[in-house]
């Protein structure tokens, strides 16, 4: 029996990367709660200190317990065939120059009765209750794939001791549990009869739980950490409980809501379909606090959190997900060299991420989503090295700034291999005491005996040792050292111009590399200009947001980042005048400036809006009146191209083809021009009630979507109801209970949710009720074949004009894809052409050799082109036949530029905006020339374009 107490070390440097805070509400949610707000607000509930053994910092070096900052371990060196990340910056911190330091984290749960909980009664009460549904698949071969579903009893049937967790064996604080036929087994700490866990064996609702569900049949996977066990059924929906009897949580009763806000379950979906591992990571009283990069300790909170992690299928990606965000797997962390190590397996504890290559290589990490960064409402950070006075088994500590970057993965020392000496994939990761080192790492195998057992350490050793184990350990767990072990980062580059209110500063290109589109970043910026260039670092970590995603960056939403720069300051006197000028008007004294500018990416482009004020303090005054400064945007393209505009590049990203070609597949159509008899009249009438149901889909889509945006727009002026209160009672000005953190981060927070919201469902709007109308039509069409059955006759023809795109219903008439408008000397003044990201978009764009770029939205351009007399069968019979009567198209003009800021939302919002010079207007096709017209006034039209 191996003894889990912790060994009295020196500690090694934390790490840190923080994640998402786990907010637990246990009030309703109610609006007429001002009052109770501020006479809560100012008597605050603390929680009662957690008693218990601190560990004490060692020197590295020193024989003697100290309490003096410890010493920061050497980095592990990078891979020899990756090159470094950014070799030709400085490091991040000079102090750290001997390495980066391990932290661990402390998910905050709050629950601070009168005080907190009632502002978030108030928010919560606005919150969206309906969120988009994350995209999915078929959820039973989760568990058939080559990485899994194996049963992985590898300590043996029901042992006397589980030494190394797998998918059907685990172990915790408090006892061990195997799986076997689908039936959760459970031995207490002690004990040594094993016994059907909670009778059953199976997850079951407790008689007095608002968390009712139908208990599965069986169970395929489980992992526990910590005081948590959870549990995946076949159709991969997750299950939970809590094995701690402390009163705080719902003691031993299943539970199957995860997440927050929407009252709902954790599921798996194709983002994680034949996942090489999955681990489970709690971190609350058992681990009590973490420390950050530069050896801070910070405590846990008051409830802690849970993580779910899973390593993807190729090995290079971790997902993850956690009690305190949507239910859904959006959110990533970027594995070792840079996203191109390949592991694996994966083990989590109180969430340190372990790691194995094929080659035997190991990476740890404590990283979830508090640590990263990315919850400034509940914690401060920082950029800067900042000692705190409390130890970690202080509750304050939680309270005091936690050190950014989260840390980085440490490579493990290799196991040394002799004789039969022999690695398997099977590997744990598990927590046994307090703080970043109190976790021992486990990697099954042989010695060089050929004996089975378990190499084992304590994290920041040096050395491994062997224990003798009878382990079952088959062949195909082994590790095959043939294999790769270093593959292929996705990391992106990209490049792209300066941007000033609007316009592209002459002379200025800027390139951004290491972009991986996870959840937190470390990019370089360049900015060049006319043989000068400039560096720096970027930070940058995902906003906190309650949209139920799939996989934003990469799908139909953008990543939204904070972004904080690193930099020497001292270098800008060393440029020439111009381009320090600028320099310091983009970066000033912003050096480590907490989340001072936002990103929006994508695998397309990344946008760094810089506002030209102080940025992200997120305190604005309160005068309504605001010195207007210039706005620079950075608009990077992953190919470098600027010709395509920010407003084609995001519909293009937020609704590429994947999400409308359901609605145009071989089973939903007819064939034009085809005779359809009556004994065809079932198969008629399906493809109708499918294309209906096809309808009504996009219906729910457009009409969710209007709703989520206005609800989430409601929860923006909620909380700034909220923000206005605490300001003007100065109770924004306390720390505790974290009001002043909450009202610091707040708004820009719930602006950025209300606005990508919005943007989700105009989009939406654009794009769905377009093929709507395409799909009606085509229903429309269809009917006709039943209407013709009902009148008796034995055969109908599907009409030939009709169509299944805006393009082909533009093509019968010979519309242009591409026109030009030329001068006098042959040059190129103007150009159009149809918006070939968008193809179910009835719209030309217009550029203009000035760089604006018109939308011209052709309004029921079905309708005018289907009542016409006659239809051309050629371009010259369009030529003679609209000669004499030009076909006239309704348009919506859509003027904009290539910064994609406010501002130039406001001009597509705001058809009275100075800015925007028209708004609608007339497109003309005479079967040889394009003409668009806008209208200038009432009975008023200006000619833009003329051109073939």
Request: aromatic share 12%; hydrophobic share 35%; with cysteine.
């Amino acid at each position: 029996m191996l003894n889990f107490t912790p060994k009295k070390r020196k500690l090694a440097p934390p790490k840190t990367k923080l994640k998402g805070s786990n907010l637990e509400l246990t009030h309703k949610h109610k609006i007429s709660v001002t009052l109770n707000l501020i006479q809560g607000l100012y008597r605050p509930i603390l929680s009662p200190r957690h008693p218990g053994r601190s560990l004490s910092l060692s020197k590295r070096n020193s024989g003697s317990v100290s309490t003096k900052p410890y010493r920061i371990r050497n980095p592990a060196p990078r891979h020899p065939e990756i090159a470094p990340r950014h070799p030709e910056l400085a490091p991040r911190h000079p102090e750290l120059a001997s390495g980066p330091v391990h932290t661990q984290t402390n998910r905050f749960r709050i629950k601070f009765g009168m005080t907190f909980c009632t502002i978030f009664s108030i928010l919560t009460a606005i919150i969206p209750g309906k969120f988009a549904p994350a995209e999915s698949t078929a959820k039973k071969d989760f568990f058939s794939s080559p990485h899994s579903g194996q049963i992985q009893d590898i300590n043996g049937f029901l042992p006397e001791q589980v030494y190394i967790r797998t998918r059907t064996q685990s172990y915790c604080t408090y006892g061990e549990f195997a799986l076997v036929d689908g039936r959760i087994y459970f031995k207490e700490k002690g004990e040594s009869q094993w016994k059907l866990f909670k009778q059953t064996g199976l997850p079951h609702p407790d008689p007095s739980s608002t968390d009712k569900f139908t208990p599965p049949a069986r169970i395929e996977e489980i992992c526990a950490d910590g005081d948590s066990f959870y549990a995946w059924d076949g159709e991969g929906t997750q299950y939970y409980i809590y094995l701690a009897k402390d009163g705080k949580r719902k003691d031993r009763s299943w539970l199957r809501k995860f997440g927050f806000p929407k009252n709902t379950y954790l599921s798996m979906n194709d983002l994680v379909k034949n996942y090489r591992g999955w681990s489970m990571g709690a971190r609350r009283i058992e681990v009590l606090w973490h420390e950050d990069r530069y050896g801070n300790p910070h405590h846990y909170g008051t409830m802690g959190l849970e993580t779910v992690y899973f390593l993807t299928s190729d090995g290079q990606h971790i997902r993850f997900a956690d009690s305190g965000l949507p239910q859904d797997l959006s959110r990533s962390v970027e594995v070792p060299l840079n996203g191109a190590f390949i592991a694996q397996n994966i083990s989590v504890s109180a969430d340190s991420i372990f790691l194995i290559g094929s080659r035997g290589s190991m990476y740890t990490r404590l990283i979830d989503f508090d640590t990263m960064g990315c919850d400034p409402m509940f914690f401060q950070y920082t950029y800067d090295k900042v000692e705190q006075k409390y130890s970690g088994s202080e509750y304050l500590s939680n309270y005091s700034p936690w050190a950014l970057p989260a840390e980085d993965w440490m490579e493990q020392p290799k196991i040394p291999l002799y004789g039969q000496a022999r690695l398997t994939k099977m590997i744990s990761i598990a927590q046994n005491g307090h703080g970043n080192a109190a976790r021992e790492l486990r990697v099954a195998g042989r010695d060089q005996n050929g004996n089975t057992g378990f190499y084992h350490k304590q994290i920041f050793d040096d050395e491994w040792s062997f224990t003798k184990a009878n382990l079952i350990l088959d062949e195909s767990l082994f590790l095959d050292p043939s294999q790769e072990e270093i593959g292929k980062s996705d990391n992106i580059e990209y490049s792209g111009p300066l941007i000033k209110n609007g316009k592209p500063l002459e002379g200025f290109r800027c390139f951004l590399s290491g972009a991986s589109l996870c959840s937190e970043d470390e990019c370089s910026l360049n900015i060049a200009y006319k043989g000068e260039r400039w560096k720096c670092r970027l930070f940058a970590v995902e906003k906190w947001t309650y949209m139920q995603r799939y996989d934003p960056g990469r799908d139909e939403s953008l990543r939204d980042y904070f972004i904080t720069p690193e930099f020497d300051q001292k270098e800008f006197d060393s440029y020439s005048p111009e381009f320090s000028s600028i320099l310091k008007k983009l970066f000033g004294e912003r050096n480590h400036k907490l989340f001072v500018f936002s990103a929006k990416a994508s695998l397309e482009y990344f946008q760094i809006t810089i506002n030209g004020s102080e940025g992200a303090s997120f305190l604005s005054k309160i005068s309504p009146l605001e010195q207007q400064q210039d706005t620079y945007v950075i608009f990077l393209t992953k190919r470098g191209i600027f010709q395509r505009n920010t407003i084609t590049l995001r519909t293009a990203t937020l609704f590429p083809r994947k999400n409308w070609e359901k609605y145009f597949q071989p089973e939903l159509t007819l064939q034009n021009g085809k005779s359809y008899s009556i004994k065809e009249r079932t198969q008629v009438q399906n493809v109708i009630d499918l294309n209906k149901k096809c309808a009504d889909e996009l219906k729910k889509e457009i009409n969710e979507s209007k709703k989520t945006s206005s609800s989430a727009g409601t929860s923006r002026w909620g909380y700034s109801i909220i923000d206005l209160i605490t300001r003007i009672t100065f109770l924004n000005r306390l720390n505790f209970p974290k009001i002043k953190q909450v009202t610091s981060f707040g708004n820009q927070i719930m602006t950025s949710n209300a606005e990508n919201f919005a943007q989700l469902a105009s989009y939406k709007e654009l794009i769905y009720s377009n093929i709507l109308d395409l799909v009606e039509r085509r229903i429309h069409n269809y009917s006709k074949i039943i209407e013709d059955f009902d009148a008796n006759k034995i055969i109908s023809t599907l009409n030939s004009d009709a169509k299944d795109s805006y393009v082909d219903y533009f093509d019968t008439i010979f519309l242009p894809h591409y026109a030009e408008e030329k001068d006098k000397d042959g040059g190129v003044m103007a150009s159009v052409q149809i918006a070939r990201e968008t193809p179910f978009v009835p719209a030309y764009v217009f550029f203009s050799t000035d760089g604006s770029m018109i939308i011209v939205l052709l309004k029921d351009s079905i309708g005018t082109i289907t009542s016409l007399e006659k239809l051309p069968s050629s371009a010259e019979e369009a030529e003679k036949i609209f000669a004499e009567k030009p076909v006239k198209f309704q348009v919506e003009l859509l003027l904009t530029n290539f910064s994609g800021t406010e501002k130039d939302r406001s001009v597509l919002s705001n058809k009275k905006s100075p800015e925007c010079f028209y708004d609608t207007g007339t497109l003309e096709w005479n079967g040889k020339k394009l003409t668009i017209k806008a209208r200038t006034a009432l009975y008023s039209y200006k000619e833009i374009f003329c051109g073939k």
